[in-house]
């Protein structure tokens, strides 16, 4: 694409796919199959044993540098100029015996002596060397070189800079006595002789002589290699205890989403392809797997956050059964003006609407990363979180749920931080006044804790939404629901334990639910009921205000019913 001067959607077009099918690919959250491959050579004007070489050999045919694989008596193919449906005859190469053959044919052929002479296994067929290029300077070392990557001259690797350079300082200046002879620079070693593939049912990589390695430098960076294949590939190691699989980045969201792809693979594997068993065992490991997860998460983060800071009196339960005196403000609500109408004899149809995945949505919110520590300002500090005693203002609105949800009783109560957040910013609407803070224990806070396991779990889920994978659909909620469950004192989860963190999520999906209400209220809809994390029931085209479908910003309708009728 660099070489090319395209972008992602350019080569989406010409490839006749959605730039997201592309990204996905190019990401490494999908497979180049044998028919992308066909197409990616009309693309680039390539043959497909140039293309299946690999990166190097396909980048130095495209600038002319190292000599085509293309057999004898083949025309160049045509550069497509517009997304076209793939035909019998795209991207024919010409095989031995004239037979024409696509990436498919030179897969299917891979054991015929012929097709592998071609592509780099050993047949007898000498390798096909690059010609010889005139000598220039390197732009990484400055020292001779007949060597070109991406159209600078340069060194192969960085050993035969580091090589090169030794050499020219070994020179002697010019004086009396012999000169001693320069060492030579290491010469890259020959292609090497690729073993000719085993006898397999299962999909064959077509492979060339070995190109010598690019250097590690930023100014060069490596291309990736992508695999070609016509099915998932098998998967690497399955997420387990910290230590057994690689270190992730700084940004760990495409290693978590390959260890949540590789879990379900293992699980299912283990199975023999039993879905209910597999289903069962994954729920079973979502508690474990989640916790390896945010740990792999964290590496690289800003903040070391607290696991087991103490507990303060007010977060930890009465009773084996019993509640702390957290207030979520959990919504149970309905619109008593539209309830008395519907008992007048009037007919009101109402839509009841599911918001997908609440507490996953939840999980960006503010969190404190230490120990909780006593605040009496009064005063509400945005870059902190806790809990908080507040005496809440009065809520006039009969069109529209209290954002405190169903408490009748008046005076002081503790809520949560996502709690006050959402009283303050109804007191900027002018729904109300600020409520009043009397005690705070806060410690310093980030929103994006959890943001790297949010964003993977919803990244896989999506993806197993396009793919209708149900078994990972179920493994992600298993995971982000268990995970919030059980963080405060539950003993099925003995790696953290952060009642303040589970009030805080889970008093954020009661306010997410309630901004959408607040949302279709201002769109003219009428409220009728919220109720739990995700329901909302409205009168009105709900269509004009969210968008339907399964996806974590969309909404998907429940049912429809006359208000005073059955259901």
Known sequence: MARSGERQGDLAAGLGQSQAQVSRKQGGRAHWSLEDVDLLAAHYRLHVLDLMAGPTHAAGVLHGSVASLQPAGVQPLPARTEALAVTPDLDEGVLEGGRPGSAADLVGDSRNPAVRGRVGASSGVPPVEPPAAPTQSCVLCGQPTQHELEGFPQHLTAEDCAAAMSAANSLPTAGPGPVPAKAPAPASAPPAEPTPPAESTAPVTASVPAEPAAPVDLAVPAEPAATVTEAVSPAPAVPGPPGTRRTAPAYASETLVEQITDRVHDVLAACTGDMEAARAELIKLAIPDVMTLLKASRVGGRYEHSEFPPTREILRKKSQKGADEIWEGRPKWRNSELFAAAKRGEEIEVTALDMNAAYLSALKAWLPIGQLKEDTSGVHDPKKAGVHLVTPAAWEHTDLPNPLGNRMEPGQLWVSESTLRLLLDCARQGLSEAPVIHRSLVSGASEALLEKLRRA???????????????????????????????????????????????????????????????????????????GTDELHVVGDWRTVFPEGRDLNQVKEKTVYILGGKR
């Open 457 to 531: 779990l919803a990244e896989s889920r999506k993806s197993a939404l396009e793919d209708g994978d149900e078994l990972t659909v179920a493994y992600v909620k298993a995971m982000y629901s268990k995970f919030v469950s059980t963080i405060g004192e539950s003993s099925a989860n003995r790696e953290l334990r952060r009642p303040d963190w589970m009030h805080i999520i889970r008093a954020k999906a009661f306010a997410n639910l309630w901004m959408k209400a607040n949302k279709a209220r201002k769109a003219g809809l009428q409220v009728v009921e919220i109720s």
